[in-house]
């Protein structure tokens, strides 16, 4: 299963997490080690739901880039 996953660049760290999956995140120093964790945490994330019984959820969001034009300066 492939799900989306964010990235966010922050002061000090990288964070992300899963649209499909509330709850699943990750933080780390540098986007390397950010995304081997959020990967570890979907695995974690997925079996704690299997052992509670509850259903997996099929992957639904997706990303796009969209290109804006910067506004002229007045």
């Given amino acids: ?25 990750a933080v780390a120093d540098t986007e390397a080690e950010v995304i081997q964790l959020i990967r570890d945490a979907i695995k974690f994330h997925l079996e704690g739901m299997r052992l509670n019984g509850e259903a997996i959820p099929e992957p639904t969001s997706r990303i796009a880039y969209v290109e ?4 002229a300066a007045a």
């Avoid at 299963?1 to 995140?25: F, H, K, N």
């Avoid at 804006?68 to 506004?71: D, F, G, I, P, S």
């Fill in 68 to 71: 804006v034009a910067e506004a």
């Fill in 1 to 25: 299963m492939q799900y989306a996953v964010v990235i966010e660049r922050g002061a000090t760290s990288y964070g992300a997490s899963v649209p499909d999956l509330p709850g699943c995140v």
